[in-house]
Structure formats: structure tokens, C-alpha cells
């Protein structure tokens, strides 16, 4: 059966940079959209980003610029040789506190199993 | 960015019961909506994609409809396992967005 793995820090300081990596057991890795999520703890689902194919990312625009140097705050990436996709998310505050879902496919066919992060002084 | 509006928020119904759970977008989005299941501390699942086609291995008691702005999720015949929150997500435009979730209780 496949399944997506996910594994990463699950305690962060604020303004820490958060890392998550997200690898396929018993399927393939390439050839997909990777998509992550999350999802605050008590409310709904927030898209953060993909990468494509191509390489190509998007991302949501809210987490794409911090302060003062414009500079994107997310970015998400794969390793083709170890077939893994990993979400880096620099200067953490609470807000971003979540259960963080990797997703394989364009509809997100696919879901990992979810990673708590804490942000907490 | 492109908001999507569920209603109702919450829904009480009973086994059997016929559900309709809507999602607006604010925007034109064609038919680039799928629709989600998820229940309490599990990943969620995809359900209905392109607005309407039924993802595999979903039962047929689940159906999608719509397009452009308005479109409906519908669960013929409640079984016990629907009980759980629902989204809709849009694809048309970056950056995707999901609606703010549908929870459908037992009553």
C-alpha cells in the first residue's frame, strides 16, 4: 500500500526556521504535484504551496514575503536522488503552530499522516 | 486570492438522510474544485475532483456538482463513516484555497 512519511522538528523557538520531509513508501515519487498543507490546531485547512513537475513552486503569498527584505519565508523543494520533498519555513512565530500535511498528485490524491508543530518560547 | 465560502458550517442529520453541502467561490473558478473528507486527527481524503468526477474507490453515495461559481457536494444516504468535516478546495488560481469547512454530525 502506499503511504507518504513524514518526519521533522516538532518543537520550535520563535523566529527558529522550521523543516519538514515528506517521502513515498511503496509507490512512486516522481512524476507528481507535491503539495503541503496545514491545518491550526481547531480550524481548517491552509494551502502553503507546490512544487511541480517542472520544479516550478507556488506559493501562498502570505508566508511568501517577510520582512524587511522581501525575501520569500517559504520554500518548498525535492530531492530527486533520495525521493523526498521538504517544506522550510524560516522566522516561525505561533501563528505558525499546525498539523503540517504533505500531498502527492494534483487533486491531493494522496496524504501523508501529518506533523505536529509547536511554536513556543 | 479566490475565497470560498461553505454553507452551512455545521449540519446536523440523521443515517439515511440526504445532504447537500454548498461552496461558493468568489470568483469564476470553472470546474477546478475537489472536495474533501476528514475526520477527527486524520489526514484528509479526497473525495470529488474536477467538481465532479468521483475519485476512486469512493462510494457512489457521494456526488459533486456545479461550475463557475456555486457548486454542491451531496451524500445520498448517510452511513455512519460520513459523519466527519468536509472542504472544498479550488485549483483554478495561486494561491489554491480552501473553504472553511463543513462539520456534519449525527443528530
Do not use: H
Request: positive net charge.
Amino acid at each position: 500500500q502506499v503511504q507518504l512519511q513524514q518526519w521533522g522538528t516538532g518543537l520550535l523557538k520563535p523566529s527558529e526556521a522550521l523543516s519538514l520531509t515528506c517521502a513515498v513508501s511503496g509507490g512512486s515519487f516522481s512524476g507528481y504535484y507535491w503539495t503541503w498543507i496545514r491545518q491550526p490546531p481547531g480550524k481548517g485547512l491552509e494551502w502553503i504551496g507546490e512544487i511541480k513537475l517542472d520544479g516550478t513552486t507556488n506559493y501562498d503569498p502570505s508566508l511568501s514575503k517577510y520582512n524587511p527584505s522581501l525575501k520569500s519565508r517559504v520554500s518548498i523543494s525535492v530531492d530527486r536522488a533520495r525521493e523526498q520533498l521538504t517544506l522550510r519555513l524560516n522566522s516561525v512565530t505561533a501563528a505558525d503552530t499546525a498539523v503540517y500535511y504533505c500531498a502527492r498528485g494534483g487533486w491531493l490524491q494522496l496524504w501523508g499522516q501529518g506533523t505536529w508543530v509547536t511554536v513556543s518560547s | 486570492a479566490i475565497q470560498m465560502t461553505q454553507s452551512p458550517s455545521s449540519l446536523s442529520a440523521s443515517l439515511g438522510d440526504r445532504v447537500s453541502i454548498t461552496c461558493r467561490a468568489s470568483q469564476d473558478i470553472r470546474s477546478d474544485l475537489g472536495w474533501y473528507q476528514q475526520k477527527p486527527g486524520k489526514a484528509p481524503k479526497l473525495l470529488i475532483y474536477g467538481a465532479s468526477s468521483l475519485e476512486s474507490e469512493v462510494p457512489s453515495r457521494f456526488s459533486g456538482s456545479g461550475a463557475g461559481t456555486d457548486f454542491t457536494l451531496t451524500i445520498s444516504s448517510l452511513n455512519p463513516e460520513d459523519f466527519a468535516t468536509y472542504y472544498c478546495l479550488q485549483q483554478y488560481a495561486y494561491p489554491n484555497t480552501f473553504g472553511q469547512g463543513t462539520k456534519l454530525e449525527l443528530k
